[in-house]
T-cell receptor
Framework: AQSVTQPDIHITVSEGASLELRCNYS??????LFWYVQSPGQGLQLLLK??????LVQGIKGFEAEFKRSQSSFNLRKPSVHWSDAAEYFC????????FGAGTILRVKS | DTEVTQTPKHLVMGMTNKKSLKCEQH?????MYWYKQKAKKPPELMFV???????INESVPSRFSPECPNSSLLNLHLHALQPEDSALYLC?????????????FGPGTRLLVL
């Protein structure tokens, strides 16, 4: 069965600092992996996805993620965080259905 | 246009009421989904429709009844709900139900059952 682990429930970074959100997945075959962002009370917006090819994926809003098969990881990164990035971030794996991790809440301090 | 719309935004209902949630997309997608998201939890899949036919029901109680009247619309009929059914209900759509297809989410309906 597919599963996703996001080990950090909360992360706080200073505005302008770099960001890395961790995601580990479990899936028997080549996974389809996604990062979504959810602002309070809102739906989910796709940041980026990986399903083959280049292991470094570029997304919207300056985000990128790197797929590492050997570590079963798909970590999300951003070089310089803006206050508007404060939200909850979900990593997800799609085998026969989309399964989300528990989410990481990002707080940005000025 | 990658927009999925949901109405109403908020809904309060009693345990004996009948209500419906609506979802609409005009992207020509043939797959539509209902998810339930409890507070501080990730979304969990409830139902999947493919070409207007129910293809997945994740063992959801019968007090939730989905309906797909056409390829653009998805309803979720609610009857005799329990307080623990209070949650954010998200609708999503994708081109097909093939793994890896991007799902586009609506803003959700926040439901409170009293």
């Amino acid at each position: 069965a597919q599963s996703v682990t996001q080990p950090d429930i909360h992360i706080t970074v200073s505005e302008g600092a770099s960001l890395e959100l961790r995601c580990n997945y479990s899936y028997g075959a080549t996974p389809y992996l996604f990062w979504y962002v959810q602002s309070p009370g809102q739906g989910l917006q796709l940041l980026l996805k990986y399903f083959s090819g280049d292991t470094l994926v570029q997304g919207i809003k300056g985000f990128e993620a790197e797929f590492k098969r050997s570590q079963s990881s798909f970590n999300l990164r951003k070089p310089s965080v803006h206050w508007s990035d404060a939200a909850e971030y979900f990593c997800a794996v799609d085998g026969n259905k989309l399964v989300f991790g528990a989410g990481t809440i990002l707080r940005v301090k000025s | 246009d990658t927009e999925v719309t949901q109405t109403p935004k908020h809904l309060v209902m009693g345990m004996t009421n009948k209500k419906s949630l609506k979802c609409e997309q005009h992207m020509g997608h043939r797959a539509m989904y209902w998810y339930k998201q409890k507070a501080k939890k990730p979304p969990e899949l409830m139902f999947v429709y493919s070409y207007e036919k129910l293809s997945i029901n994740e063992s959801v109680p019968s007090r939730f009844s989905p309906e797909c009247p056409n390829s653009s619309l998805l309803n979720l009929h609610l009857h005799a709900l329990q307080p623990e059914d209070s949650a954010l209900y998200l609708c999503a759509s994708s081109q097909e139900t093939v793994p890896g297809e991007t799902q586009y989410f609506g803003p959700g309906t926040r439901l409170l059952v009293l």
